[in-house]
């Protein structure tokens, strides 16, 4: 696998990461950064480029500059309109990656159109039971604040439910992915309602 280029690097770490402060508790640097790190381990057993993988990575959730909805448009859009990336990519290299961050999201209609869109959404899917949690009332505490500790509850419960559960709309691109198995200790969890209360009160206000 080439090398990882040190200049590419360089430049994300100053100029792209650094956006990621400005985001919500649950997408902030140390989520960019899993992501990152997951995409190039997954990236070692593929036969793609480390360069596109790394930037796919650290561009995927640039466009919450401009709200969630729509978030992974706008960060394809960033990406095919930031004439840095053409000092280390082709015009179709830039496309497949704009591609990419636009298919990561969980609940795209559609399968990923590259195997660098399928990468990208199996790292922003690493699967934690407790940190998947703790986002869940993280990213409800930040949005909806006017709720009340069992609104907050009943909502996690729902997004845990709909996302994760057995037949949520959560798709693994990869089935040997470490994700597989956490994902199963997942729904496990979301299934034992006592455990899930436990949880929740564990982190809400943490």
């Known amino acids: 696998m080439k090398a990882l ?13 650094p ?6 508790k649950a997408h ?12 190039m381990e997954i990236a070692e057993h593929q036969d793609v480029d480390v360069n596109m993988v790394y930037a796919i990575a650290a561009y995927h ?7 969630r909805e729509l978030h992974h448009q706008v960060s394809a859009h960033i990406i095919q309109t930031d004439d840095h990336l053409k000092k280390w990519f082709t015009e179709a290299q830039i496309r497949t990656m704009a591609e990419a961050a636009e298919d990561h999201r969980a ?13 990208v959404a199996e790292a922003d899917r690493y699967i934690d039971p407790v940190t998947i949690v703790l986002r869940t009332i993280q990213y409800g505490m930040d949005h ?15 997004h845990l439910k709909e996302k994760y559960g057995r037949g949520g709309y959560l798709k693994l691109w990869f089935e040997d992915s470490p994700n597989a198995a956490r994902l199963e200790q997942l729904r496990k ?11 929740f009160d564990d982190y809400f206000r943490a």
């Open 144 to 158: 909806y604040p006017e709720l009340s500790r069992e609104q907050h509850y009943e909502r996690m419960v729902s």
């Open 28 to 39: 902030q640097r140390d989520h960019v950064e899993m992501v990152i790190r997951q995409s």
């Open 61 to 67: 959730d640039t466009g919450l500059c401009e709200g």
């Open 189 to 199: 969890i979301i299934d034992d309602e006592p455990h899930l209360s436990q949880l």
């Open 107 to 119: 609940s795209a209609e559609h399968a990923p159109r590259s195997i660098y869109g399928r990468i």
């Open 5 to 17: 280029s040190k200049d590419l690097q360089a430049y994300i770490e100053e100029a792209i990461i």
């Open 19 to 24: 956006r990621y402060d400005h985001f919500d």
